[in-house]
Antibody
Framework: EVQLLESGGDLVRPGESLRLSCAAS????????MNWVRQAPGKGLEWVST????????YYADSVKGRFTISRDNSKNTLYLQMNSLRDEDTAVYYC???????????????WGQGTLVTVSS | QSALTQPASVSGSPGQSITISCTGT?????????VSWYQQHPGKAPKLMIY???NRPSGVSTRFSGSKSGNTASLTISGLQAEDEADYYC??????????FGGGTKLTVL
């Protein structure tokens, strides 16, 4: 059974940094691209970032490019999102999501974690 | 990248059919057959309902169907049921190798 468990969400001040983690189990982690998608309170979904199975390719939304870094540790079956220079508008529930096709990148996601809340406020 | 355009809300009675539209541009919806639809109930993670415009994942009811014409994709739900009441989001691959979502549509079952 595929399981994705996010952690690391917290209350931080503008300008500070935070690292989110997503622990994965139930599949061969290194064979699948992984993603972060966020949702501000009462708002819609926003794709944030994608990383290939090997970690060699990464993609970012313009809203986070240069501030956020996606990475993965395939030996620990864990996905990360390093968030620097946080802004009020980064306040959201952050979900990790698994690509459904092995060794390929898709544009839809069947498996999602339960999300972790990041609040940026002074 | 601008969000795809969805109606803020739609409603229908049990047993009826409703359609939710999702309008983008030739750089996203119109340029690729990579439109997906998600259902989200309050406090829950999104659930994939349609992918690649018309495909249903295993376990999703055949009452859900997708289509596309030009820069506009659509999700149709037939035989509305109370449990269909939720928020629905479309998404699309873009020419920038990114993914863009719609603003979301709240479906009310009357």
């Amino acid at each position: 059974e595929v399981q994705l468990l996010e952690s690391g969400g917290d209350l931080v001040r503008p300008g500070e940094s935070l690292r989110l983690s997503c622990a994965a189990s139930g599949f061969t982690f290194s064979s699948y691209a992984m993603n972060w998608v966020r949702q501000a309170p009462g708002k819609g979904l926003e794709w944030v970032s994608t990383i290939s199975g090997s970690g060699g390719s990464t993609y970012y939304a313009d809203s986070v490019k240069g501030r956020f870094t996606i990475s993965r540790d395939n030996s620990k079956n864990t996905l990360y999102l390093q968030m620097n220079s946080l802004r009020d508008e980064d306040t959201a529930v952050y979900y990790c999501a698994k690509d459904p096709v092995e060794n390929s990148r898709t544009w839809y996601w069947v498996y999602w974690g339960q999300g972790t809340l990041v609040t940026v406020s002074s | 990248q601008s969000a795809l355009t969805q109606p803020a809300s739609v409603s229908g009675s049990p047993g009826q059919s409703i359609t939710i539209s999702c309008t983008g541009t030739s750089s996203d919806v119109g340029g690729y057959n990579y439109v997906s639809w998600y259902q989200q109930h309050p406090g829950k993670a999104p659930k994939l309902m349609i992918y690649d415009v018309t495909n249903r994942p295993s376990g999703v009811s055949t009452r859900f169907s997708g289509s596309k014409s030009g820069n506009t994709a659509s999700l149709t739900i037939s035989g509305l049921q109370a449990e269909d009441e939720a928020d629905y989001y479309c998404s699309s691959y873009t020419s920038s190798s990114t993914v863009v979502f719609g603003g979301g549509t709240k479906l009310t079952v009357l």
